[in-house]
């Protein structure tokens, strides 16, 4: 093909926006020039049509979580804030056991719980956590990496990714507002009895 049609051959391609590979298909079974290819690529990157047309690629499969084998090997931890008061609640997944503890907002009280956690229980090898700003932040990936944690997140506006947490979280809501002391203190002998019924709904 001379130099001087190529540009007409080319402004005929997209008139159907089909693909990348279909424009190319087509001008190369009746044309030919050195670069050709290249060039057909480069009008469609240009064309609004064909990319706002333009199939989107297929989501990738997620990543299923460790199956647990015993205590503590996978947890989930998440905030929980109820009467002005700031909690982490951290559930197990192997037994399905809550731990809730007063924290401080912030990837501080998370570390902080997080270390208590890992002393009393031994250290996890994963942590499911939603992706906000205390679980995402320097400090919290630093802690982890550190002690060869791996690191699973979940969007956190998807919250049903990390669904063993929000399970969690919203049971011993229900149970807080029920079983706590008039300063938030969870040290009651009701709150200690009704934790036992946790484990068959978290």
Same mark, same amino acid.
């Given at each position: 093909m001379p130099p001087s049609l190529r540009e007409q051959v080319l402004q005929s391609l997209p008139a159907a926006h089909q693909s990348v590979s279909q424009m190319c298909l087509q001008g190369e079974s009746s044309f030919f020039w050195p670069g050709m290819t290249?060039?057909?690529i480069?009008? =469609?990157?240009r064309c609004c049509p064909c990319n706002?047309?333009?199939p989107s690629q297929p989501s990738a499969p997620?990543?299923?979580?460790?199956q647990p084998t015993y205590p503590s090997? =996978?947890?989930c931890p998440d905030f929980l804030t109820y009467a002005g008061h700031n909690r982490v609640?951290?559930?197990?997944?192997?037994?399905n056991g809550p731990i809730v503890e007063r924290a401080a907002r912030g990837s501080q009280g998370l570390i902080s719980s997080l270390r208590r956690t890992f002393v009393t229980y031994g250290i996890s090898d994963e942590l499911s956590l939603v992706g906000g700003p205390e679980f995402m932040s320097t400090a919290s990936t630093t802690f982890l990496k550190i002690r060869e944690v791996n690191h699973r997140d979940s969007s956190v506006t998807f919250p049903h990714?990390?669904?063993?947490?929000e399970i969690g979280v919203k049971t011993i809501?229900?149970?807080i507002a029920e079983n706590t002391g008039t300063s938030g203190n969870l040290n009651t002998a009701s709150f200690q009895k009704s934790l036992p019924s946790v484990h068959q709904y978290t």
């Amino acid at each position: 093909m001379p130099p001087s049609l190529r540009e007409q051959v080319l402004q005929s391609l997209p008139a159907a926006h089909q693909s990348v590979s279909q424009m190319c298909l087509q001008g190369e079974s009746s044309f030919f020039w050195p670069g050709m290819t290249s060039a057909i690529i480069n009008l =469609c990157t240009r064309c609004c049509p064909c990319n706002i047309m333009a199939p989107s690629q297929p989501s990738a499969p997620p990543t299923p979580p460790i199956q647990p084998t015993y205590p503590s090997q =996978c947890i989930c931890p998440d905030f929980l804030t109820y009467a002005g008061h700031n909690r982490v609640v951290i559930v197990d997944r192997y037994s399905n056991g809550p731990i809730v503890e007063r924290a401080a907002r912030g990837s501080q009280g998370l570390i902080s719980s997080l270390r208590r956690t890992f002393v009393t229980y031994g250290i996890s090898d994963e942590l499911s956590l939603v992706g906000g700003p205390e679980f995402m932040s320097t400090a919290s990936t630093t802690f982890l990496k550190i002690r060869e944690v791996n690191h699973r997140d979940s969007s956190v506006t998807f919250p049903h990714s990390n669904w063993r947490a929000e399970i969690g979280v919203k049971t011993i809501k229900r149970l807080i507002a029920e079983n706590t002391g008039t300063s938030g203190n969870l040290n009651t002998a009701s709150f200690q009895k009704s934790l036992p019924s946790v484990h068959q709904y978290t």
